[in-house]
C-alpha cells in the first residue's frame, strides 16, 4: 500500500513539473524558423512547414528514449562475489567467543539475502552480543537492502561516530529497543553508510559502473548481566575490532 501511495505522489509531482515548464516556456518567443511565403498561401500550409521543421528534434528525442528503453530492458547488474566466505569469519575475536545461532526472524523478514551470517559472541562476565551480517551480490527490484520492511529499524535510531583500528571515524546508527542496544549500518563497497537515503544514492552510482552488491551489518547488544543499567560501551567495543576482521571478506 505505501508503495502504490508513493507512486502515486510521485506521478502527481511530476504532472505538476511538467505544467510548471509549459508555462514557463509558453512565456519565451517561439524558435521556429521564420517562414517567408507567398501572399495567396493558406494557413495550413505554413502550419505543414513549421511542423516539418521539428521532424529532426522529433527523431533524436525518439532514439535517446528507444536506446534508454532498451538500455534498462537488457542492463542486469554483476553479481559481485564475497572475498571469502561467511562461515569463515574467527570465531575467536580479541577476548571475544562465538558460537553460531539462528538468525533473528525480524532480520530475516526485513533483508532477502544471498549469504548471512549469525553469531552470538560473549566476553567473560558479560551478556551476549548478537552479530549479524546479510550481503547481497547484486540488488534488484523486490530484493533491496533498503526497502520498507527495514524502514521500521531506523525508527528512532541516531547516527554515532565510532573510532576503528583502519583509522579515522565510522558513522552508524544506534536505538534501544526492549532489552538492546542495536547498532547497525550498510556496507556498499567498502563504504559504511547508516543514513538509508545515502545508501540508496551510493548504490545508485554503483549501478553505473555494473554492480548493486551490498550488505546490511547489526550487532545487538543485550544489558550486562551484573547489573540493571545499559551501556553501549559493550557494543562499540565489539564494533570496533568486527570491522577490520569484516573488511576480509566483504568487497
Known amino acids: 500500500p505505501y508503495h502504490v501511495l508513493q507512486a502515486m505522489l510521485v506521478a502527481v509531482i511530476g504532472y505538476a513539473a511538467l505544467f510548471a515548464g509549459v508555462m514557463i516556456l509558453s512565456r519565451f518567443p517561439s ?7 507567398p501572399e495567396n498561401t493558406g494557413k495550413d500550409t505554413v502550419i505543414l512547414a513549421q511542423k516539418r521543421s521539428w521532424t529532426p528534434a522529433c527523431m533524436l528525442t525518439s532514439v535517446i528514449l528507444l536506446a534508454a528503453g532498451a ?3 537488457i542492463y542486469q547488474p554483476v553479481n559481485i562475489p ?6 569463515l569469519f ?13 538468525p533473528n ?4 523478514e526485513m533483508f532477502e539475502t544471498d549469504f548471512k551470517l549469525s553469531r552470538e559472541y560473549r566476553l567473560k562476565n ?21 526497502n520498507y520492511k527495514s524502514e521500521k529499524l531506523h525508527n528512532g535510531a541516531a547516527e554515532i561516530a565510532i573510532n576503528t583500528p583502519l583509522g579515522g571515524n565510522v558513522t552508524v546508527n544506534r536505538v534501544i529497543k526492549d532489552d538492546e542496544t542495536i547498532f547497525f549500518w550498510y556496507d556498499l563497497n567498502g563504504r559504511i553508510v547508516a ?19 551490498g550488505a546490511v ?35
Open 105 to 108: 526472524t525480524a532480520y530475516k
Open 126 to 146: 558479560n551478556a551476549a552480543l548478537r552479530f549479524y551480517v546479510g550481503y547481497l551480490e547484486a540488488q534488484e527490484q523486490g530484493k533491496e537492502l533498503v
Open 195 to 213: 543514513n538509508r537515503n545515502l545508501a540508496k544514492v551510493y548504490t545508485t552510482l554503483d549501478a553505473l559502473k555494473g554492480k548493486t552488491n
Open 71 to 73: 538500455y534498462l530492458s
Open 217 to 251: 551489518v547489526i550487532v545487538s547488544a543485550e544489558e550486562y548481566a551484573s547489573g540493571d543499567q545499559r551501556s553501549p560501551s559493550q557494543g562499540i567495543d565489539f564494533v570496533r575490532e568486527m570491522i577490520p576482521a569484516l573488511r576480509q571478506f566483504l568487497p
Open 31 to 37: 524558435s521556429a524558423p521564420v517562414l517567408k511565403l
Open 90 to 102: 574467527p570465531y575467536a575475536l580479541n577476548g571475544w567467543e562465538g558460537s553460531d545461532v539462528s
Open 82 to 87: 564475497l572475498k571469502q566466505d561467511l562461515k
